[in-house]
């Protein structure tokens, strides 16, 4: 078990995290990481919710981190550079409302590039999923897709049964088209315990009111299409 501290305050820019002071003067966030499991644990300032990130390569710590602070010099978020991916590991929020604006922002964001990729398929959609999850730690919203050939193929591997056109299951998982999970359980996790689930609910109802805005309009749909929300267990 490393514990790798990060100061709150600093000077305003992004730094690597070996060009951090290492005296570590006033209060830091205290990275606990676990090479055996490759899991790294935290309590998020402010609120104290403990945020746990999964699958952290041990060849990148803690050299990939990188501290980044606001023009007031308090730490904004942190990062660990995975290849071409950059990884959310911590972001600030200084009360509620900020950590509202700063999700349902994220999954805007995320609904208009879903939608520009559906669109540019130029598929007839039968059915269009969001599929949704949260159970306080783990978190999924992603939407998939189904044709007017793949709902027929459904319905008649169930000997003509409608309704099983209508189950998301029953469709490609390389139909699926995914919200970086990670960083929405991130956000998520350094904010209010009790206000979570909430502010999941609303960003998924954010989501799903972007997708049909950008998308319904613009794709070829059969006669009989269906938009459908669905949480799973």
Same mark, same amino acid.
């Given at each position: =078990?490393?514990?790798?501290?990060?100061?709150?305050?600093?000077?305003? $820019?992004?730094?690597?995290?070996? *060009? !951090?002071? %290492?005296? @570590?003067?006033?209060?830091?966030?205290?990275?606990?990481?676990?090479?055996?499991?490759?899991?790294?644990?935290?309590?998020?300032?402010?609120?104290?919710?403990?945020?746990?990130?999964?699958?952290?390569?041990?060849?990148? =710590?803690?050299?990939?981190?990188?501290?980044?602070?606001?023009?007031? $010099?308090?730490?904004?978020?942190? *990062? !660990?550079? %995975?290849? @071409?991916?950059?990884?959310?590991?911590?972001i600030w929020f200084k009360n509620i409302s900020k950590s509202e604006r700063g999700v349902l922002?994220?999954?805007?964001?995320?609904?208009?590039?879903?939608?520009?990729?559906?669109?540019?398929?130029?598929?007839?959609?039968?059915?269009?999923?969001?599929?949704?999850?949260?159970?306080?730690?783990?978190?999924?919203?992603?939407?998939?897709?189904?044709?007017?050939?793949?709902?027929?193929?459904?319905?008649?591997?169930?000997?003509?049964?409608?309704?099983?056109?209508?189950?998301?299951?029953?469709?490609?998982?390389?139909?699926?088209?995914?919200?970086?999970?990670?960083?929405?359980?991130?956000?998520?996790?350094?904010?209010?315990?009790?206000?979570?689930?909430?502010?999941?609910?609303?960003?998924?109802?954010?989501?799903?009111?972007?997708l049909k805005k950008r998308v319904l309009d613009k794709i070829k749909k059969t006669e009989d299409?269906?938009?459908?929300?669905?949480?799973?267990?």
């Amino acid at each position: =078990m490393g514990v790798f501290k990060i100061p709150l305050k600093f000077n305003a $820019g992004g730094y690597k995290f070996g *060009e !951090l002071p %290492d005296n @570590e003067p006033g209060e830091c966030l205290e990275l606990e990481y676990d090479n055996e499991y490759q899991l790294i644990t935290y309590n998020a300032p402010l609120y104290e919710s403990e945020v746990r990130v999964y699958t952290v390569p041990r060849e990148l =710590m803690p050299g990939g981190l990188t501290a980044v602070y606001d023009d007031g $010099g308090t730490l904004d978020r942190v *990062e !660990l550079a %995975d290849g @071409e991916r950059t990884r959310l590991f911590y972001i600030w929020f200084k009360n509620i409302s900020k950590s509202e604006r700063g999700v349902l922002k994220y999954v805007k964001e995320q609904a208009e590039r879903v939608a520009k990729e559906i669109i540019a398929k130029k598929q007839t959609l039968a059915r269009l999923f969001i599929e949704k999850f949260y159970d306080g730690e783990a978190v999924d919203i992603a939407v998939k897709t189904a044709t007017a050939e793949e709902a027929r193929a459904v319905i008649d591997h169930y000997n003509g049964e409608l309704r099983t056109a209508d189950n998301s299951g029953n469709y490609p998982v390389a139909n699926r088209l995914e919200l970086d999970r990670e960083t929405l359980g991130v956000m998520l996790m350094c904010t209010l315990g009790h206000f979570r689930s909430m502010l999941f609910n609303k960003a998924a109802e954010a989501f799903e009111e972007r997708l049909k805005k950008r998308v319904l309009d613009k794709i070829k749909k059969t006669e009989d299409f269906k938009f459908i929300c669905e949480e799973y267990d």
